[in-house]
């Protein structure tokens, strides 16, 4: 039987900014998507018979329909049937590193990695553009896990426009294994707290969303400058996390008060706060100092990079 095995990264948000309420029900944003190579590899196999089978040994991913995994792979079922018939269906093991529900779009990037897994077991040629396009079926980071690198993401985060790739800045991850922060609840309140400072003329939300072109963050990632990057992190959603989760405030307070850091910021939705360093000694220093302040070992850390890849087919699987 037919396999591949595909490395996964994960991302961090360098930029978030809620706009406004979108038609939709989302909110239309504003983020600068950056992937980091912190990765999950995806093994996937053909199998005989028509099924679709999940296998992950991490006690917090679940194996049935819930499972974004999944549901990549019933799409591409439902979409190739013909494909399906012709090569069966497929067995998926997820070999986790990536921390659970992080703010990090480990479950996204998982199902990008089954969209690209199974366009190439199955043999369907498809475009970048027309992967993207099913996995923003799916999920709004999605799209963005198939491509990987730096993009401003708008709308609802599907939307990208492409940046130069950051390589080879270093960063300090965190996140407490057993803290889950639902993104569902943190957009939720923050509309409930700030809704009344919303744009409400859709013509405004496009144009605002267009302006951070020529923001300061996106002038320092063509500089390719680490330190004003650093200095221009921001993310809305702090608002209503940090207040409402006072060990993710405590990470970013200590990150923010460490020799060699130069910026810190939680990403996405949290509970996940990384810290950018000058470079990779003084990031394992940082890692170090962070375990020495805090020992409970319900507290993930990680050093990480940027990468300007996305989705890979891990040539050593």
Same mark, same amino acid.
């Given at each position: 039987?037919?396999?591949?095995? @595909?490395?996964?990264?994960?991302?961090?948000?360098?930029? *978030?900014?809620? $706009?406004?309420?979108?038609?939709?029900?989302?909110?239309? *944003?504003?983020?600068?998507?950056?992937?980091?190579?912190?990765?999950?590899?995806?093994?996937?196999?053909? &199998?005989?018979?028509?099924?679709?089978?999940?296998?992950?040994?991490?006690?917090?991913?679940?194996?049935?329909?819930?499972? *974004?995994?999944?549901?990549?792979?019933?799409?591409?079922?439902?979409?190739?049937?013909?494909?399906?018939?012709?090569?069966?269906?497929?067995? $998926?093991?997820?070999?986790? #590193?990536?921390?659970?529900?992080?703010? @990090?779009?480990?479950?996204? +990037?998982?199902?990008?990695?089954? /969209?690209?897994?199974?366009?190439?077991?199955?043999?369907?040629?498809?475009?970048?553009?027309?992967?993207?396009? /099913?996995?923003?079926?799916?999920?709004?980071? $999605?799209?963005?896990?198939?491509?990987?690198?730096?993009?401003? =993401? +708008?709308?609802?985060?599907?939307?990208? %426009?492409?940046?130069?790739? /950051?390589? #080879? &800045?270093?960063?300090?991850?965190?996140?407490?294994? %057993?803290?889950?922060?639902?993104? =569902?609840?943190?957009?939720? +309140?923050?509309?409930?707290?700030?809704?009344? %400072?919303?744009?409400?003329?859709?013509?405004?939300?496009?144009?605002?969303?267009?302006?951070? #072109?020529?923001?300061?963050?996106?002038?320092?990632? @063509?500089?390719?400058?680490?330190?004003?990057?650093?200095?221009?992190?921001?993310?809305?959603?702090?608002?209503?996390?940090?207040?409402?989760?006072?060990?993710?405030?405590?990470?970013?307070?200590?990150?923010?008060?460490?020799?060699?850091?130069?910026?810190?910021?939680?990403?996405? %939705?949290?509970?996940?706060?990384?810290?950018?360093?000058?470079?990779?000694?003084?990031?394992?220093?940082?890692?170090?100092?962070?375990?020495?302040?805090?020992?409970?070992?319900?507290?993930? *850390?990680?050093?990480?990079?940027?990468?300007?890849?996305? $989705?890979?087919?891990?040539?050593?699987?």
């Amino acid at each position: 039987m037919r396999s591949y095995s @595909l490395i996964a990264p994960a991302k961090i948000n360098l930029y *978030l900014e809620i $706009i406004g309420d979108r038609p939709d029900g989302y909110h239309e *944003l504003v983020m600068i998507l950056q992937s980091i190579d912190l990765a999950d590899q995806i093994e996937i196999h053909s &199998i005989s018979d028509e099924t679709i089978r999940v296998h992950c040994e991490h006690p917090q991913v679940p194996t049935d329909k819930s499972n *974004l995994v999944y549901r990549a792979a019933e799409l591409m079922a439902k979409k190739f049937p013909a494909a399906l018939a012709k090569y069966g269906g497929v067995d $998926i093991t997820v070999d986790k #590193h990536i921390p659970v529900a992080a703010g @990090l779009a480990g479950g996204s +990037t998982n199902a990008a990695a089954v /969209l690209v897994g199974m366009d190439l077991l199955w043999n369907l040629g498809l475009t970048q553009s027309e992967l993207e396009e /099913l996995g923003a079926t799916l999920g709004s980071d $999605i799209p963005f896990c198939i491509a990987g690198g730096t993009v401003i =993401a +708008t709308g609802r985060g599907e939307q990208l %426009s492409p940046l130069p790739s /950051l390589d #080879h &800045i270093y960063i300090v991850l965190a996140k407490y294994r %057993s803290l889950e922060v639902s993104t =569902a609840w943190a957009y939720k +309140t923050y509309r409930q707290q700030f809704g009344s %400072s919303y744009l409400q003329d859709t013509n405004d939300l496009a144009a605002r969303a267009a302006a951070v #072109h020529s923001s300061a963050m996106v002038k320092a990632i @063509l500089e390719q400058d680490a330190a004003e990057i650093s200095q221009k992190l921001h993310n809305d959603l702090e608002r209503v996390v940090l207040t409402a989760y006072p060990q993710v405030l405590q990470l970013r307070e200590l990150f923010a008060h460490q020799e060699g850091v130069l910026g810190t910021m939680m990403s996405g %939705s949290g509970p996940s706060v990384f810290a950018i360093c000058a470079s990779q000694p003084q990031a394992e220093q940082v890692k170090l100092r962070i375990r020495e302040a805090i020992p409970d070992e319900d507290l993930e *850390l990680f050093v990480t990079r940027t990468t300007g890849k996305g $989705i890979q087919v891990n040539v050593d699987g």
